[in-house]
């Protein structure tokens, strides 16, 4: 049996925004045919922040008509200074029903990824420099009240979405279809534009897919020519945490190198996937189950310890990657738990253990009265790996309640104990809270 020590003399500092996401809740206002809604249970787990990127995805977002340079500034033609060149209308909802669960919009300003045969936002713009004017207008509608607009105070833009996933000379670009010199310059080019309009906000990307060479490419003309960079995004999906943070570390030590050492490493895509050809279907399955609840709550407990500054789980969207929320009722599924959970954190000081236990992922935080909140799970890609038994040692007698997450149970109050010894079951994930 392990046995796990929390040093609650002492408490570190917040919990980071690791339970953040892409894309907000399902909530239709204008109308009550056919309704679905997600609202209240997306509120109830305090969702910091939602990426808008693939919104347009799902039509109860606003479809074609949300979110995406091309479906807001549909006629690139068009005199970019006019109120009647945008339609803005979709997204405006958008944005107002995510602020509504208490979410913060993270906006990805370009377009969503096309799987289609024939491919026709993702080609480069026609214009670098009207482009990026029309990103500044876009802004000052949502944080300045331009066009019958808002003050959302909207702060981190993030400037389009893995121009890296393709090479070159692909024949299937499926999110750039231009090269990668071309994207550098739209890069340069808006985020001078959009940094010089609005110095106080979060400018950034690129949304790294996976291609380090071209991160270290980016990075070096960034530093080379001073580009705003406030913050690093990228995207990794796997099946263990260390893969995870072994990557952050990565593109941490890369960040520094670079001169960059105040840009904040956004993770903004991720999620469990072995891999995205024979073991895909496999993959779906375990994002949908207990597994994936796990390896959700495995992956925030280690990016707390880790250098990653901000979490964003692929995808809150009703999709076969959204473990959260059933597709077809948004009804909350077992992934949904460590999201409610994390966000019970918020608020309290982190503690952390002296020793580990191998494969048992833990977060601990304190209230001002000197309570408890620990999370707990028994991390295994292995399906078959062996239960194991821990004990929470917080060097103090105290009564807990404790709930389960499991097969059986969706995060019920198991019991009450004095006596933190639990056995589990791989894939078992406890919420243990001191009374």
């Known amino acids: 049996m392990d046995t796990l020590h929390f040093d609650l003399s002492h408490p570190l500092g917040d919990f980071k925004p690791l339970n953040a ?19 209240e249970t997306y509120r109830a787990a305090k969702i910091p922040f939602a ?24 006629n690139f033609d068009a005199d970019v200074n006019a109120p009647a060149s945008y339609d803005f ?17 993270f906006y990805r300003l370009g ?55 393709d090479l070159d000379d692909s024949t299937n670009k499926r999110t750039w279809g231009g090269t990668k010199a071309q994207f550098f310059e739209l890069y340069e080019i808006t985020a001078k534009h959009l940094k010089s309009c609005f110095p106080n906000l979060m400018i950034g990307g690129p949304a ?85 609840a796990s390896f959700t709550l495995a992956c925030m407990c280690e990016a707390q310890k880790s250098s990653i500054d901000m979490l964003m789980y692929y995808d809150a969207r009703p999709c076969a ?22 966000g019970m954190l918020y608020g309290r000081r982190e503690i952390r253990t002296t020793n580990t236990a ?10 001002e009265n000197g309570k408890t909140l620990t999370l707990l799970t028994h991390y295994d890609d292995d399906d078959a790996a ?9 060097g103090k007698q105290s009564v807990y309640e404790v709930y389960l997450l499991d097969n059986a149970h969706d995060g019920v109050l198991l019991c009450e104990t004095d006596k933190p010894v639990f056995t589990l079951p791989v894939h078992t994930c406890l919420l243990v809270r001191e009374k």
């Open 21 to 39: 996401v892409n894309n907000g809740p399902i909530h239709k206002r204008h109308a009550s045919d056919q309704y679905i809604d997600n609202l």
């Open 51 to 74: 990426r808008n990127h693939d919104a347009s995805f799902d039509a109860r977002y606003g479809g074609s008509f949300t979110v995406d340079i091309a479906a807001i500034f549909p």
């Open 89 to 105: 209308a979709c997204t405006d909802e958008y944005i107002a029903v995510t602020l509504e669960a208490g979410t913060e919009t």
């Open 111 to 165: 377009q969503r990824i096309e799987h289609e045969i024939r491919k026709h936002n993702t080609l480069p713009p026609k214009d670098f420099h009207k482009w990026a004017q029309i990103c500044e207008h876009i802004i000052r509608h949502y944080n300045e009240g331009w066009a019958d607009g808002y003050h959302h105070n909207i702060r981190y833009w993030e400037i389009w979405n893995e121009p890296d996933l």
């Open 208 to 292: 790294l897919a996976h291609n380090r060479e071209w991160a270290e490419d980016f990075l070096a003309l960034a530093e080379e020519k001073h580009l705003p960079l406030d913050f690093f995004s990228w995207h990794v999906y796997g099946t263990t945490p260390e893969k995870i943070m072994d990557r952050a570390a990565r593109f941490r030590e890369m960040l520094d190198r670079h001169g960059f050492t105040s840009t904040q490493s956004i993770l903004n895509e991720w999620n469990y996937i072995r891999n995205w050809d024979s073991e895909y279907v496999y993959s779906i399955h375990q994002v949908l189950r207990l597994k994936g």
């Open 321 to 342: 990657l959204n473990g959260i929320f059933a597709p077809y009722t948004l009804e909350p599924l077992k992934g949904y738990y460590p999201f409610l959970w994390y």
């Open 358 to 367: 191998e494969h048992i992922y833990s977060l601990c935080g304190i209230d």
């Open 386 to 394: 062996s239960e194991r038994s821990v004990t929470l040692d917080f």
